[in-house]
């Protein structure tokens, strides 16, 4: 993001490092115990996931943390819709992550605001997220930040006992 984005004692929003991808998985895998917000059931490693990390492009597909006080407390990235096929170049979807114990602060709502508002210079024109139908974190933030629900593919991913549906938000960027 070039130069860091500070919120004063809000913390500070900035590219992601490679040090950083402990605490991302760590983040990430904070999500996996509640069933309500990824398809992984089992935590995953950071070795895992550094293919994913080193895929980033910070002028295009970044991954960015909000830090605090030192530590890294959430974040979010974007990532290719059907890589390698030109025609959807000007679509990404987003995810986003926030710590367990910093959920419901505002984090998140902030960090896909800030991403949403850099999307012209990083060549996005349309934003999709998928998420859970029964994630009413994700729908809230979504809603406010004028996304579409475009789909809903009911009853798709299998957790634990229970049958659950993915939803699928579209926003266009600058209308
Ligand atoms: C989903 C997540 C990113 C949201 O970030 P957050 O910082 O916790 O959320 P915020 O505090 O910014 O906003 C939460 C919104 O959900 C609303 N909300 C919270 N609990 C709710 C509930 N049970 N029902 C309806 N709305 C609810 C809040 O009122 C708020 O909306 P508002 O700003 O309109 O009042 C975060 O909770 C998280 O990381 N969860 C686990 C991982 C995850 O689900 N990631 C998304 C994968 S698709």
Not at 55 to 75: K, Q, S, T
Not at 159 to 170: A, F, H, P, V
């Amino acid at each position: 993001m070039g130069d860091a984005h500070e919120l004063g004692d809000e913390g500070t929003i900035r590219d992601a490092t490679f040090e950083d991808l402990p605490r991302i998985v760590a983040i990430y895998n904070e999500s996996i115990d509640g069933g309500w917000s990824t398809a992984d059931l089992a935590p995953v490693s950071v070795a895992s996931r550094r293919a994913w990390f080193e895929a980033r492009d910070p002028a295009r597909r970044p991954i960015w943390v909000l830090e605090r006080g030192g530590e890294v407390l959430a974040w979010v990235a974007l990532t290719s819709f059907y890589q390698g096929r030109p025609a959807y170049d000007r679509t990404a979807e987003i995810s986003t992550y926030v710590g367990r114990d910093h959920r419901g602060q505002g984090i998140g709502l902030r960090l896909k605001r800030a991403m949403i508002a850099a999307c012209p210079r990083l060549g996005v024109d349309v934003v999709l997220s998928m998420y859970f139908d029964h994630n009413p974190r994700t729908q809230a933030i979504n809603e406010r930040l004028g996304f579409v629900e475009v789909g809903h593919l009911p009853e798709i991913a299998v957790l634990g006992d229970q049958r659950r549906g993915l939803k699928i938000g579209l926003l266009r960027i600058g209308e």
